[in-house]
């Protein structure tokens, strides 16, 4: 008894922490080698180096940063990088141990490397993958440990893995389509208010100070062009507050206000452009979402439950949320899903197909491809219009500001 105590206790005890040192040497054909390696000390990365055919010449610490490093913050996207190759190395039939560090050594971003050797080290002392995983919700929803935990408890976690790691990939594609809709017209419009901004406040006035000594009244486009610099000039700190605050206490009632964050996604799916891509995005998620964890065993009124989280959308999260009731109390998915008015015909076909011939969650994958696809082409689509419109937006703002300064240059050049 005394031996084991002995042997749990240093199972538990805190691994040694490991420094990076920066090493040069040669290797077996003779050729300058060098690069970085994690260790306890010099000796140690020596000795390494030579198991692995190179001659050390230098080993040296490399210095840490001298205001500390920065923790990089863990993403939706590291997670889905994190399942995909854990996911190949258990149906390789590695161990899920053994696993962990060859996924957490290919791994980028230095706090998911910790995040997945801490989660080795808690399976090493005997709890269970999807406990491990519940001990980091931020990183892992919900979602994603019952899935894990429903892979465990049949022995096919290999499997559930792959599912898993698809999700992840197609949902965070999604993602990324959305992000690139959105990305490039909010950045021109950012650029076209900083070049009006310097323009306004450095350039204009140069501009004033010579159209004074000419004498003369300016045309009327350029004195509101000149009001304005004038007030930019003075106020520009007070319009930039007012911007900032906009922003701010727009995000905090989209976090706090249940309400306000409703009307937003309702209009957000009604609006000209944008509508149609928040719409396949909810339908597409709720779909996939639904799709996997159906297929993974998990019963239909659950899985509802997780595909109402990752709609993504206020009206959608209550629809669904209504469906789940619905189909709680026996009805038919297909019926609650119509009677919502937010499915489009096709999917409600599709999922009727598939409940009466047994396949939904083949169904649902099908679905989620197609509005997958569909969110695809709408954010080319938008990419091509919005070329056009932000280009004339930028050429009608700048230029008239140009045109404006040079007006009254053009008049003295037709009275003399």
């Excluded at 038919?332 to 499915?343: D, I, P, Y």
Aim: glycine residues 8%.
């Amino acid at each position: 008894m005394a031996t084991t105590a002995a042997q749990m206790k240093q199972k538990t005890k805190k691994a040694p922490e490991k420094d990076t040192f920066k090493w040069t040497g040669t290797d077996k054909r003779g050729r300058k080698v060098s690069g970085e390696m994690g260790g306890a000390n010099i000796a140690l990365i020596r000795a390494q180096l030579r198991r692995q055919g190179i001659t050390p010449d230098k080993v040296k610490k490399k210095p840490k940063p001298l205001f500390g490093e920065r923790k990089k913050a863990i993403t939706p996207a590291d997670v889905a990088v994190f399942t995909r190759p854990l996911a190949t190395m258990m149906k390789a039939g590695v161990p899920l141990v053994n696993a962990f560090e060859i996924v957490a050594d290919g791994l980028d971003n230095p706090s998911m490397k910790t995040l997945v050797m801490s989660i080795k080290i808690d399976v090493e002392g005997g709890t269970s993958f999807a406990n491990s995983l519940k001990r980091h919700p931020q990183q892992f929803d919900d979602l994603f440990c019952s899935l894990v935990d429903a892979g465990e408890q049949a022995g096919a976690l290999e499997t559930m893995l792959d599912r898993l790691a698809t999700y992840k990939e197609k949902t965070e594609a999604l993602k990324a389509k959305i992000k690139k809709a959105m990305t490039y017209p909010i950045a021109v419009l950012v650029v076209a208010f900083i070049v009006t901004a310097i323009l306004l406040i450095k350039v204009v006035p140069q501009f004033e100070s010579m159209f004074t000594s000419f004498g003369g009244e300016l045309p009327a486009f350029t004195q509101v062009v000149v009001a304005m610099s004038e007030w930019a000039q003075e106020w520009w700190f007070i319009g930039l507050g007012v911007i900032v605050a906009a922003i701010f206490l727009i995000k905090q009632a989209l976090r706090r206000s249940d309400k306000f964050a409703y009307l937003v996604d309702k209009y957000l799916l009604r609006a000209p452009i944008v509508g149609p891509i928040v719409t396949n995005s909810a339908i597409a998620r709720y779909c996939r979402t639904l799709s996997t964890t159906f297929a993974a065993g998990v019963p239909l009124v659950e899985a509802l439950g997780s595909a109402a989280g990752a709609a993504g959308n206020r009206l959608y999260y209550d629809a669904i949320k209504l469906i789940q009731d619905d189909v709680a109390t026996g009805q038919q998915l297909q019926f609650s899903m119509r009677a919502s008015g937010l499915f489009p015909n096709m999917v409600v076909q599709m999922v009727s197909i598939g409940e009466e011939s047994g396949a939904l969650d083949e169904m649902l994958h099908k679905a989620a491809n197609h509005y997958e696809e569909a969110v695809d082409n709408s954010v080319d689509n938008l990419t091509s219009l919005m070329e056009p419109m932000i280009m004339s937006f930028l050429g009608v703002v700048i230029g008239g500001l140009v045109i404006a300064m040079y007006l009254p240059i053009f008049q003295m050049g037709s009275v003399v």
